[in-house]
């Protein structure tokens, strides 16, 4: 049996503010089912970049923001050292039929330097990833 891009999507979001844009970005689009989703960089053996319930906080407020458009949305947090790696983790443990997202802001100059979380979420992914644009781009 086959699967509908749309049926059981995940769209990761980084804070309130870009959950609020994906939100709005995704709006125009029928979506089945939607489970928003953000991942908590961890350490493994180093101090962590923010403390874990600060993180939390983080990912509390992003939830809210997004259930602005998609009030029916579940959620998940991932803890792990790679956001990549915890997307795809996290779609791949949902049987996802896609992860959904919006290409976030950055020069090349960032994108050089910190590698290209897009770019590796396309190539690594086993599921289809599928980029929207932000609304009045294009």
Partial sequence: MSKSFTESVVVPVADESDARKTARALEP????????????????????????????????????????????????????RDVVDGIIDVATELDASAIVY??????RI???LSGSHSLRLVTESPIPVIAVPEEGSG
């Fill in 110 to 112: 960032v994108r050089f």
């Fill in 102 to 107: 919006r290409p976030r802001d950055q020069g």
């Fill in 29 to 80: 689009y029928e979506l089945d089912q939607v489970t928003v989703l953000h991942v908590v960089e961890k350490g493994e053996g180093v101090p962590d970049k923010t403390p874990v319930e600060q993180s939390e906080e983080v990912a509390r407020e992003a939830f809210a923001a997004f259930r602005e458009s998609f009030p029916d949305a579940d959620d998940a947090v991932a803890y792990r």
